[in-house]
């Protein structure tokens, strides 16, 4: 959809049951995207540029320019220059870990390359969070990563966490990722 000259990007929710009629009433998905939005906006956080918000009979939606990008691992899939892209991932990742800002929903398709930036998208999970634990630090690095770490090669692995600033980070990131893939066997298994 285009206003004004500018492509505008309408995502929908569907808020089922009691349980998503009560959300949509008091805190709608599409409501929580666009101010997750704003709040990135104003962390100076690439992300789609949140326009508006509304609420309708079991729905939510929300507004946002467009961003004409590529899935990051797309992006890291594809480039000669990974070190480049995965400096520009440790960076993002240390910048939402200086806001208290864990994503709950982070992974290598919710990050867009676009412009030479990248943007994150898929807000409506996101938090802000008065004290920022490890625990945070370790879920954003762990979801962010699950989709690509099996395949960086082990001089990639360091210079990640290098250029991320934390190297003492990676074991329990490891650790942490090889429970989150039990868990995810686990549940493909049911």
Known sequence: MGIGGRTIFVKSFVEKGVTGALRNI???RGKKEFEAGRLL???????????????GEGR???????????HFLDALQETKSRSALLASLA???????????RHNDLHL????????LLHLIDLHSMTRKRS??????????THALAMAYRQMSRDERLFFFHAYGKTELQRPFETNLSGLDARWVAAKKK
């Open 132 to 141: 920022f634990t490890v625990g945070d630090e370790i879920s954003n690095l």
């Open 60 to 70: 939510s939606y929300v507004l946002q320019g467009y961003i004409d990008g590529q």
């Open 109 to 116: 398709e919710n990050i867009l390359v676009a412009g030479g």
């Open 91 to 101: 960076h993002l990742l240390r910048t939402l870990a200086a806001h208290h800002i």
């Open 41 to 55: 906006a104003q962390a100076k956080i690439p992300t789609a540029t949140p326009l508006g918000y509304g609420i």
């Open 26 to 28: 008091f805190a709608s």
